[in-house]
């Protein structure tokens, strides 16, 4: 990463590359380095700059990295990735959902957003603040209820502005967020995959430990065509299905109570059949839920629908024996 050692007038001038353009990471280093020169340059002044890694340092430097073990040194229960056939179906509802409900269970919940181009984690579970460095690598940051999260835009300077990152980058980041986050001990840790069977998609089921998938679709889905592709490509890499969750199945009329299926009848459990898994369960398109995933406050969703899927996920995953983390509050229960 030492590009470049000089010697101006009477400073001692240090260039430093990276692999990624920007990121907080890249002032620590900085920092480090410039106190350690410090320490035996007698006084001379040192500066610390950073500029890009060329490609090929770059594939260099990656590949050194993916030689690293994970640095959190804590210990993770079950790995459960929320995949979907395309984007905006409530793959991130359901993955806040899930935490959420299996948080106000006593259990010890992280989030991953791997959706690294278009992560709205952060955004539903109202969170905001930088991850800040532990002693065993950058922390998670807690949601009101303790869930641990992870996400590309909790580590942007500017919250809104686009990761234009091809690919192998991305699936990068994403192994990153598994290895050198400081997770500690977790019951669960849940990834939010980006939509569809892209290279982000294929490197968190290729190369973290997942115990299952759940698949997220809803009616207007092609018939299911897309969330087919995504369950093949599962069943190829030899990742558990854990089953199907049909989003904005139907509407509730709120001054009736009619149930109204909008888009048809539904063949959501035809569909989960066709993919060799079965329905999980049915959530309705609910104003309260995206009016408080606007707002930030998933936590304070409750509804039936969500704490059934939670409890048939739990027994497919056959825990039903497990404790809840000792000590661990019952936030919102
Ligand atoms: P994805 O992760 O698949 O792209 P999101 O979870 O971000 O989709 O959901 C897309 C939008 O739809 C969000 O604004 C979310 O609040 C809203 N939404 C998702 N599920 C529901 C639902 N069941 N009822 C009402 N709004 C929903």
Redesign the pocket.
């Known amino acids: 990463m030492v590009q470049a050692v000089e010697i101006e007038g009477d400073r001692i001038c240090i260039t430093l590359a990276f692999p990624f353009p920007e990121g907080p990471i890249q002032e620590k280093v900085a920092q480090f380095v410039q106190q350690a020169v410090e320490k035996v340059s007698n006084g001379v002044a040192v500066e610390v700059g950073a500029t890009e890694m060329n490609t090929k340092q770059r594939a260099a430097f990656l590949a050194l990295a993916k030689d690293m073990q994970p640095i959190s040194g804590g210990h993770i229960g079950m790995v459960l990735a929320v995949m979907?056939g395309?984007?905006?179906?409530?793959?991130?509802?359901?993955?806040?959902l899930l935490a959420t409900e299996l948080r106000r269970r006593g259990f010890r919940v992280g989030v991953i957003d791997a959706?690294i181009t278009?992560p709205?984690i952060p955004k539903?579970f109202g969170v905001h603040q930088a991850p800040i460095a532990g002693p065993r690598g950058i922390l998670p940051v807690k949601s009101r209820t303790g869930i641990e999260l992870m996400s590309m835009n909790l580590l942007l300077p500017v919250e809104d502005r686009p990761v234009v990152w091809r690919g192998p980058l991305i699936s990068r980041a994403i192994e990153q967020f598994w290895g050198e986050i400081a997770w500690g001990d977790l019951d669960f840790l849940i990834v939010?995959l980006p939509?569809g069977t892209s290279d982000a998609a294929l490197t968190v089921t290729q190369s973290l430990p997942l115990d299952g998938i759940v698949l997220?679709t809803?009616p207007q889905d092609l018939a299911g065509m897309v969330v087919r592709k995504a369950a093949i490509m599962a069943q190829h890499l030899r990742v558990p299905l854990i089953g199907l969750v049909e989003?904005?199945s139907h509407i509730v009329c709120p001054e009736c109570g009619t149930r109204i299926n909008l888009f048809g009848a539904s063949r959501a459990e035809v569909t989960a059949g066709a993919m060799g898994t079965t329905l999980i369960g049915r959530?309705?398109?609910?104003?309260h839920?995206?009016i408080l995933?606007?707002s930030g406050a998933i936590e304070e969703y409750r509804a039936n629908e969500f704490k059934e899927i939670t409890e048939t996920i739990i027994r497919s995953l056959d825990i039903k024996a497990r404790e809840p983390a000792v000590g661990a509050s019952l936030p919102l229960s």
């Not at 395309?86 to 806040?96: A, F, N």
């Not at 959530?283 to 104003?287: G, R, W």
């Open positions: 979907s395309k984007g905006g179906v409530g793959k991130s509802t359901v993955t806040g959706d278009g709205s539903i939010d939509p997220v809803s989003n904005m959530i309705p398109i609910d104003t839920l995206s995933c606007d």
